[in-house]
């Protein structure tokens, strides 16, 4: 119970951290007309007569919390949509709730009231966006000649390919009317301050939130190679295979490219990371008395495979030392879908990893979500440790058969039903979202 407290603890750590509220009082200062950025941008209040707010993402009403406490008044009127049961109260900024990490109609919706809010902006226009992971299922409007539908369909089947974040990305760029710099050339000729919470490793603006206000790199080919490389392009909508071959072929306009003069005026500041959050893990990992090492920022790839990485370091680690240790991993692993089981990538690597570690009781971990949410299910991830293989088989359940399935979710519900234990971790949700964290804790005595 202990152990559990301290891996607890070490992640809550990391989301006070990255609070979106905190991080966007931080990056803005304001002086009651200039408003001032990290990366020494500055904008004059006075030169504009309306300051619009539009967002999405899963920390975006919190964000939006914090814009509000900064500006206040000078807030005309905007529009952030974020994930079911993620709304906050808000004064001057409207809130609408949508799936993820499929799209549905409520964010087609709410969309479209964005983009039509931004119909109205002029030259002397600010719109502050506010972007946090989520963003790309919640902020959604199908391209002409397209549907809801197809988009739907089209994500499903990305995801259950186990297609990582800048391959589902470009894909939807190439669909979406509001994506890969599109918000911003519909609000052209407004001047565009974009403010990102990043949930994708190494943060890049183009693949955050799938870029609705920069520049986009990637193409129709890229898009087209995506479901080549995941062998998607004949079992994908017909309307969304048409649509592709369409930009493959020149007939119709690629997403707006670096040099555009309607992104001219479109500027994006990171304000939070997830280094931010690991750092703050460590110190608390330290505070507790576990000697720190941050081993990645950029954990990636398939989710048994990391899992089995991340056991090797840890094996090696509880070999060669009696002290109390705390490694930490960062970053956002993948996985193909077999079978009809239920779970999320966090609670699919930390069985995995419990597999990889049975019978060293010293080592425990906690994969988990920093948005609040793994996969389609009310858990954050799982704690594991070395004796929770051993349990389970005494409970009759077979692991191996779980994981095969992809079945994580209810291995460990029946495993804490059965045992009377705690697998599950269910904080709710965090209000923020940059990615995962795994939590790996090697004690100083076996644990029962």
């Known amino acids: ?49 309306r300051l619009l707010v539009v967002g999405a993402g899963k920390g975006a009403a919190v964000m939006a919390q914090g814009a509000e406490s900064v500006l206040g008044e000078r807030i005309t009127t905007g529009l952030v949509v974020v994930k079911y049961d993620h709304a906050v109260p808000l004064r001057r900024i409207a809130l609408a709730e949508a799936a993820h990490p499929v799209p549905d109609a409520a964010g087609i919706d709410a969309t479209a009231r964005i983009l039509q809010l931004l119909e109205s902006a002029d030259e002397r226009t600010l719109v502050l966006c506010l972007l946090t992971g989520g963003a790309s299922a919640l902020l959604e409007h199908p391209l ?45 000729p407004a001047t565009v301050l974009t403010l990102v919470l990043s949930d994708v490793i190494g943060d890049p603006p183009e693949i955050i939130a799938s870029g609705p206000t920069v520049a986009d790199p990637s193409t129709y080919a890229e898009a087209w190679s995506v479901l080549e490389r995941h062998g998607l392009q004949d079992v994908v909508p017909t309307r969304v295979a048409a649509h592709l071959r369409r930009g493959l072929r020149g007939e119709i306009p690629e997403s707006p490219k670096p040099g555009d003069p309607r992104l001219a005026r479109s500027h994006t500041v990171m304000v939070g990371n997830l280094h931010e959050a690991m750092i703050a893990a460590q110190a608390e990992a330290e505070r507790l008395g576990y000697r720190s090492t941050l081993l990645t920022e950029t954990l990636h790839g398939d989710a048994v495979a990391a899992a089995r990485h991340l056991a090797h370091i840890a094996l090696e680690e509880e070999k060669s030392t009696k002290e109390r240790r705390c490694l930490l991993a960062g970053g956002e692993t993948t996985v193909q879908v077999v079978g009809n089981g239920k779970g999320g990538r966090n609670q699919h690597l930390a069985l995995a990893f419990a597999l990889e570690i049975a019978g060293h009781s010293r080592i425990s971990l906690l994969a988990a979500g920093t948005d609040g949410t793994d996969g389609p299910t009310d858990a954050t991830g799982a704690y594991v440790d070395g004796n929770t293989i051993a349990s389970a088989r005494a409970q009759g359940l077979d692991p191996e058969e779980f994981l095969a399935r992809c079945d994580a979710y209810t291995f460990f519900a029946l495993l804490d039903e059965r045992s009377g234990l705690s697998h599950h971790f269910r904080p709710g949700p965090t209000g923020t979202n940059v990615m995962d964290i795994d939590v790996i804790l090697i004690s100083d005595v076996e644990t029962k």
């Open 1 to 49: 119970m202990m152990i559990t407290r301290s891996l607890e603890a070490i992640f809550n750590a990391a989301i006070a951290a990255v609070n979106p509220n905190s991080v966007l009082r931080r990056a803005l200062i304001y002086d009651g007309n200039r408003l001032a950025l990290p990366d020494g941008s500055s904008y004059v209040l006075e030169h504009f007569d």
């Open 144 to 188: 002409p000649g397209l549907t809801l539908n197809d988009l739907q369909e089209t994500t499903a089947l990305l995801l259950a390919a186990g297609a990582n974040i800048r391959e589902l990305n470009t894909v939807r760029k190439h669909l979406s009317a509001i994506k890969g710099g599109r918000l911003a050339v519909a609000a052209y």
